[in-house]
């Protein structure tokens, strides 16, 4: 149900725009308070009057009005949800390529609430390589891109781009409330990223994890309401808006930066690819290569996750990644079982699309009770929403 909930509906020009009205209805008969914004083009598909009328607000369409200028920062702050219905091929292309040129994606551009987007368009431009990339774009910052279906278009063919039906949104946004907030008071503890092992002042021992899987992890955590530290490992990764970051070098270091804080989270997710070895003693000054042969004598780390496992409560759920080469589910499984872990994530380098540096993973869930979740290749973002959920569902049985 939407009760209270602010909502911003945005209209683009495109023959979809007469299901929003609908959806607006459902909304306000739901007891959202919604306010719309519409592009110039989507007033030549529907009037501005209709949604004036139906949400009891004024329309907005400009940023300027005669003498008055429409405050953009604070709609897209007053909002608990934007949502782009219909978003046309055009606006989603601006959007992702972060153009200002209407109210809209003046909003869009300030914005701190969550963003939904129904694109809506023929099949051959939702096909298109430019649309594909643009859409993958605004996943990737984690705005909710609903599915197009597939029926007749406004060009007459029959493909896919139609825009979700208004019941279609309207049950997104009741399970994407209900999910917002499900973490709320909880505190949750995300490690991502490589480890630099020191060989001297500018050498190190590293791996190619890019920290991506885990800030996906923590943006996620931190959208269902949960307090959120990210324990972050040297990468170029962005990091999430609203998560506290604690940014760490060596394996020493993340078990050190863990465990200061271990004891007061409810949810432990180790995403780190931690390095396994460490040089004994890294030199002091840069090793000089008239040295000759190298030969660097390494001592094992210590394993955060063996150590979460030993101390975790009752109450705290830990959870563990496993990447594979080979035996994969076996190795994943003894994992699960000798780091005490609820929770084990598989991904299998042998898997197209999955581990290090891509944008895409393909995992699989492992629990203590037994369970097993086998998800396909999704965007890292998907794929953290689906790790979540398995969180959420766990700690709720
Ligand atoms: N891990 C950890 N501390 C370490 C090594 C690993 O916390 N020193 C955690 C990782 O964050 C991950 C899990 O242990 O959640 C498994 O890591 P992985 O590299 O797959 O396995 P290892 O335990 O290192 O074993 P191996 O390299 O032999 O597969």
Known sequence: MQDGKKILLCVTGSIAAYKSVVLLRFLIKQKAEVKVIMTNAATDFVTPLTFSTLSKNKVLTNLFENDSWENHVMLGRWADAIIIAPASCNTISKMAHGLCDNLLLAVYLSATASVIIAPAMDEDMWNHPATINNIQTLEERGHHVLKVNNGELASGLHGMGRMAEPEEILSFLDNFFENKMSL????????????????????????HSSGKMGTALAKELAKRGAEVRLILGPTSTSVPEGVTVTNVVSADDMYKAVFDVFDECDIIVMAAAVADFTPNKPAKNKIKKETGALNISLAKTKDILVKAGELKSQNQILVGFALETENEKQNALKKLTAKKADMIVLNSLNDEGAGFGSSTNKITIFEKNGAEHVFDKKSKEEVAVDIVNAIVNYRNE
């Not at 008071?185 to 630099?196: C, D, F, M, R």
Request: charged share 25%; aromatic share 8%; hydrophobic share 40%.
């Open 184 to 207: 709320k008071g909880k505190k949750a503890l995300v490690t991502a990223g490589p480890t630099y092992e020191a060989i001297d002042p500018v050498r190190f021992i590293g791996n």
